[in-house]
């Protein structure tokens, strides 16, 4: 597996609204773009930190992912994304080494990103995203 920088780091937050103004106000960020991910039941806002993004998480439903985590945890650190040249090739060669997979192939995540889920019980206790950029797809 090929991983080339960290691609994002997931927060997860109860309002986007209230967020988003801490990020830009007291940290000096900018937001770039915020968008709904209908099927993963999440709205996301991006921020740029040097080549890596920061994105907070708001969930649409109380059943998604997000609503569970918070229910759960509350507010906080949710996941670490990893850039992957293939992620399918990723999943199947961390897939020979044991590693549990929440998916077993790519799905379509934020910003046009193939995504896929590695379970924290296989790694360490943090959830963790392998990201492809299919426009950037090395052939």
Same mark, same amino acid.
């Given at each position: 597996m090929e991983i080339t920088h960290i691609e994002h780091i997931g927060i997860a937050v109860k309002s986007l609204e209230t967020a988003i103004p801490f990020y830009e106000n007291v940290l000096g960020l900018k937001c770039? !773009?915020?968008?709904?991910?209908?099927?993963?039941?999440?709205k996301t806002a991006?921020?740029?930190?040097?080549?890596?993004? %920061?994105e907070l998480l708001e969930s649409t439903d109380p059943e998604g992912a997000i609503g569970k985590f918070i229910e759960k945890k509350g507010e906080g650190l949710h996941h670490i994304a990893y850039a992957a040249n293939d992620v399918q090739t990723s999943l !199947?060669?961390?897939?020979?080494?044991?590693?549990?997979? %929440?998916?077993?192939?790519?799905?379509? #995540?934020?910003? #046009?990103?193939n995504i896929a889920f590695l379970h924290p019980k296989s790694t360490?206790?943090?959830?963790?995203?392998?990201?492809?950029?299919?426009?950037?797809k090395q052939v």
């Open positions: 770039y !773009n915020v968008e709904e991910v209908v099927d993963q039941k999440v991006f921020f740029k930190v040097g080549q890596t993004k %920061i !199947n060669e961390v897939s020979a080494k044991g590693v549990q997979l %929440i998916d077993k192939a790519p799905r379509k #995540g934020a910003e #046009g990103l360490c206790g943090v959830l963790t995203e392998l990201c492809e950029d299919p426009s950037k």
